[in-house]
Structure formats: C-alpha cells, structure tokens
C-alpha cells in the first residue's frame, strides 16, 4: 500500500512539475527570465515541502543538465578566479598632464625620498598643494586625505598600490573626504576589510574626478558615501578600468555609487564582477557616456547596469555584454527598489546591448512609476526584451546577431560593416533627437576617441580597435 501511495505521489508530483516546467519554458522568453532562473525560483519554493522535494530534485536536476544552468549551490562552488592585474602602465600609456600652475607647492612622493610613503604626504600636503606619487609599487601604504582641495597623480607611468592586507579607518585604501580632488594615474589593488566593503577608493564626499585608474581585485571598487554624508557629492571618471570586484558568499560591486548629486563616467571599462554589478549608481543624475561595461568569460555580474532607485540617468554609445553564466538575466535595471528622485527618467541611445545567454533574458527593466523611458538607434543581440510597465518609447532599435561583429567569441564587438548598416536617425518623438547625437566612440581599452564626421550609424560607439 505504501508502495502505491508513493508511486502515486510520484507521478503527481512529476505531472505537477511537468506541467509547471512546460508552462514556464514557452513563457520564459516573453518575461525576459532564463530557464536557470525559473528553476532557482521553483527550489526556492520547494524550500519546506521534503515530500515534494523529493519527487522535484530529480526533475529539476534533469532540466539543469539540459539547459547548462547549474543551481546556486553548484554556481558557489565555482571559484571566482582574480587573475594578476594588468601590467603596471608606462610613461607613454598613461594621460598627459599639463603641469602644476606657477606657485603651487608640489610634493613627491617615491623610493628615493626623501619622502616614501604616501601616508606621510597625505598628512603634510595643504590644501591646493599637488602630489606627484612616482611610478612603482607601494604595498600597505593606505591614505585618508581631508584637503578642501588636492590634485594627485601618478608621474613617469602609473604609481600602483597594493593593500596587502591594510586599510585606511577599516574602509579603503584610499578615503577621500570631503574636498575637490582630482586623481590620475593610481591603480588600487586587493583592498579588503573584515566588514565586505574593502575598497580602492572611499569616497566619502565633495567633488572627485579619476582619470586613467585602475581598480582591480578590491571588494569594492570604488564605493561612496550616501545621502546622509554626500547628499551634494558629485564623481567623474574618465578612461579607467574597474575589474575583478568581489566578496566571499556576497555581492562584490565595480562601481557602487550612493545617493549622490551627480556621476559622469566616461571612456571606461568595467569587466568582471563576483555576484555583484559592474555600475551600480544611486545618484540623482547619471550619465553612463561611451563605456564598456563586460562581464565576459569568467566574470559572474548580476546586473551589468543598476539604477536601484531611478533619478535622471543618461545611456550614450556604450557596449554591454552580459555572458552566460550570470547570476541575473538583466543587463539594466532601472528603479527596482523604489524611486527615490524627483525626476526618473530614463535615456538610452546609441548602444549596443549583446546577451550572450541562449536561452532568455532582459536587455531593459524598468519598474512601474518611471516619468518616462526613451530608447533610441540602440543595436540589440541576443535573446532578450525590453520589460518597461509604462512610457515607453522605441525608436529605430536594431535587432542583429553575433555574425554583425568581427570576433563575438573572443568579446571583440567591432560592428563588420558598421557604416553600411544601420543609419543613425534623429527620433522626431523622443528626448533622443540631435543633441543625443554620439560625439565620441569607445576605443578598447579604456579610451574615448573624437568623432572627426559625426554620428554614421547605431552603435557607432563600439570599439574600432583592439
């Protein structure tokens, strides 16, 4: 009888998850969700039914061979490898800077002395004085700078720093707090501390700009403060590299920006993240202008872009690539936690949005009470939609297929015949006219080239050189 029982059992809860599997397998496209995500969904579920786990686990674990989506015990199991950073930059790989004004003292900082550490400096320099950090390594030499106003840059190649283990307050290995800076040419390497949120930078108000930095292996890559501390802070960077980001059993962001006023990025690369997102921006304004922002083979991204509680976010010429063994199907997410800005707002033109992921995906979503959200010459490839509850507008978006670029296997976007194409078309009915028009172009890695003949075609701002 209890053999019965069981079989009986059995075969119900198989048509059961039989008829739940086929409803969500033919629906999984239209909600923009990957097959992997729908069976995350149903283990969640399953959670505190053993008798129906029982008869489930099999099931799903078929579907999952099938379908290559391994659950998310199995995907923390997988190491989130940090390769060795990038061979420190040359004096002719880095930007060229103009040099101090006249009268302003200068402090240098390097092995020859007489000052060595950086430490030292960021407590001696005043504010308008410049900071010159020559190019080498410097291990556990971490810095709180509180100057109203300091420029700092690395001389002769890239000054490179390694946390080994130390931070400033607990935070980072560098905290800015408070005072105009302006940065270029510092890498910040392996920043952890015992709370998750190790970064290269805390940033913790004022007005910051980088240019030509590299945040690699840290917890966080760059990390600010929020409303309460930076309600007024404004960020910009420029040709910089944020990779490699991550935290044991935890979301490891790029780039995770608070409430802020404001944040530009520009010329940027973003690749690699372990469960977090490459650019994660609760700012009031965010312009996200000729960047690329990709996961790539081996990196575990969740969103490739996140606008958790909306406000005026600007998406110009940049390419974003979510590959297939992401931990989420949405490349952008725009107001998921709640709006939290007078005006939210989303544009988004000129970019191209490649979905590696076979079986499904969201290129957009955007949650219900946006003001509006305009896309317009944006280059979609892959499976995916777009999933907006209200104000939509398209125009002149271009489906293609991987066959459009030169390498998509080896990450290599450069559009075949990008001129012959697709033509840029200013949108008669959307924010996404003539002054949305791309200026520049993204040219691999970490570089913004000048458009000498104006905007030719969608997705004009894709690298044109590897």
């Known amino acids: 009888m209890f ?37 995350d969904y149903v283990d969640r579920r399953l959670e505190g039914h053993p008798k129906l786990e029982v008869v489930a686990k099999p099931i799903l674990a078929e579907l999952r061979q099938v379908f290559d989506a391994p659950s998310v015990a199995d995907r923390a199991r997988i190491p989130f490898l940090v390769p060795p950073p990038p061979k420190r930059r040359g004096p002719d790989e880095v930007g060229r800077r103009e040099p101090p004004p006249a009268g302003v003292r200068v402090w ?3 092995p020859s002395g007489p000052i060595t550490k950086i430490g030292d400096v ?32 690395g001389v002769n190649g890239a000054a490179r720093l390694f946390a080994d283990g130390r931070s400033a307050e607990g935070k980072a290995i560098w905290v800015i707090r408070h005072g105009v800076f302006d940065i270029s040419n510092i890498d910040f390497v392996g920043a952890e501390v015992t709370d998750g949120n190790g970064a290269g930078i805390r940033f913790e108000g004022g007005h910051l700009r980088l240019r030509d930095c590299l945040f690699w292996g840290n917890q966080m890559g760059l990390l600010t403060g929020g409303r309460s501390t930076a309600p007024d802070a404004t960020l910009v960077i420029e040709n910089s590299e944020f990779a490699y980001s991550h935290v044991q059993n935890r979301w490891g962001h790029n780039l995770y ?35 690329r922002l990709t996961d ?31 931990e989420h199907s949405v490349l952008i997410a725009f107001g998921e936690e709640g709006y939290e800005w007078p005006t939210n707002v989303l544009l988004m033109g000129n970019n191209t949005l490649i979905n590696d992921h076979p079986y499904g ?58 001129g012959a194409r697709m033509a840029y078309q200013p949108s008669p009915d959307t924010e996404l006219g003539p ?32």
């Open 108 to 110: 240098r900082v390097g």
């Open 361 to 418: 995906g969201t290129f957009l979503r955007v949650a219900a009470g946006a003001d509006s959200v305009e896309a317009a010459n944006n280059l979609l490839v892959g499976p995916g939609t777009y999933q907006v509850e209200d104000h939509l507008k398209v125009f002149n978006d271009v489906n293609a297929d991987w066959g459009a670029f030169f390498r998509p296997s080896r990450e290599d976007y450069r559009l075949l015949h990008p």
């Open 257 to 291: 920006v608070g409430t802020i006023a404001s944040l530009t990025v520009t010329g940027s690369y973003f690749h690699h993240a372990g469960v977090g997102h490459l650019l994660k921006s609760r700012a009031g304004i965010s312009d996200i202008l000729y960047n």
């Open 296 to 326: 790539e083979s081996g990196g575990r991204a969740s969103y490739e872009l996140d606008f958790p509680n909306g406000g005026m976010v600007r998406l110009v010429g940049n390419v974003v690539q979510q590959q297939r063994d992401t």
């Open 122 to 153: 960021a407590r001696l320099a005043r504010d308008g004085d410049h900071v010159e950090i020559e190019a080498g390594d410097y291990h556990q030499d971490v810095a709180v700078w509180e100057q109203s106003k300091l420029t700092i840059r």
């Open 3 to 39: 053999h019965i029982k069981g079989m009986r059992a059995f075969l119900i809860g198989l048509l059961m998850i039989a008829a739940a599997t086929v409803t969500g397998l033919t629906a999984y496209r239209h909600f923009g969700r990957t097959p992997g995500e729908l069976m």
């Open 435 to 466: 002054t949305f028009a791309p200026k520049a172009q993204y040219v691999h890695p970490r570089r913004v080239r000048l458009l000498s003949t104006g905007p030719t075609y969608v997705g004009a701002i894709q690298e044109v050189g590897q």
